[in-house]
T-cell receptor
């Protein structure tokens, strides 16, 4: 399949370990954030979202943390699996305007 | 269909040629979005439709780019006189569009069309 990006920052983790992917967003007024996962040859897939009135939200094996003070978003993946290998993007939204995507991080899960 | 589909998946065009990229959204989805994704970068917004109305085209990089959705379902992104800088993956996404604002609904993405201009 097509490679989304060849020169992205890469995070390599051992299978079974926890992963933390970070994102700095640009607009201090952004009020809605999404993490997407993009596998090679596919479009982005929704993972988890969070609104600006929250600082933490948990899903199945994933947790998103929001620090508005420093405009920072993180995605934590518990017990990382080979199927988690992909490029991860954060996207921010301000009051229903269109989403602005971050540059992405490639997660590589080592056996 | 089960998801958003796009065709063709790959397109090679000589510089100066016109291309047309097709998007079939999820049935019943009101909102449709086009994004451009350059290699190694995140998707960048191009344009947005609500039904057949193009409500935002602020992301289209030049007047060579044109999008339409004449019957409120299938959409076509047309690029005239392609240039090398147009080489990218073009993603289409659709959403239910129930909330009144363009982007608050979850967007479902298609696999994209990779355009290479030689």
């Amino acid at each position: 399949g097509e490679s989304v990006g060849l020169h992205l920052p890469t995070l390599s983790v051992q299978e079974g370990d926890n992963s933390i992917i970070n994102c700095a967003y640009s607009n201090s007024a952004s009020d809605y954030f999404i993490w997407y996962k993009q596998e090679s040859g596919k479009g982005p897939q929704f993972i988890i979202d969070i609104r600006s009135n929250m600082d933490k939200r948990q899903g199945q094996r994933v947790t998103v943390l929001l620090n508005k003070t420093v405009k920072h978003l993180s995605l934590q993946i518990a017990a990382t699996q080979p199927g988690d290998s992909a490029v991860y993007f954060c996207a921010e939204n301000f009051y229903g305007q269109n989403f602005v995507f971050g540059p992405g991080t490639r997660l590589s899960v080592l056996p | 269909g089960a998801g958003v589909s796009q065709s063709p998946r790959y397109k090679v065009a000589k510089r100066g040629q016109d291309v047309a990229l097709r998007c079939d959204p999820i049935s019943g989805h009101v909102s449709l979005f086009w994004y451009q994704q350059a290699l190694g970068q995140g998707p960048e917004f191009l344009t947005y439709f609500q039904n057949e109305a193009q409500l935002d085209k602020s992301g289209l990089p030049s007047d060579r780019f044109f999008a339409e959705r004449p019957e409120g379902s299938v959409s076509t992104l047309k690029i005239q006189r392609t240039q090398q800088e147009d080489s990218a993956v073009y993603l289409c996404a659709s959403s239910l569009g129930l909330q009144g604002f363009a982007s608050v609904d979850e967007q479902y993405f298609g696999p994209g069309t990779r355009l290479t201009v030689t």
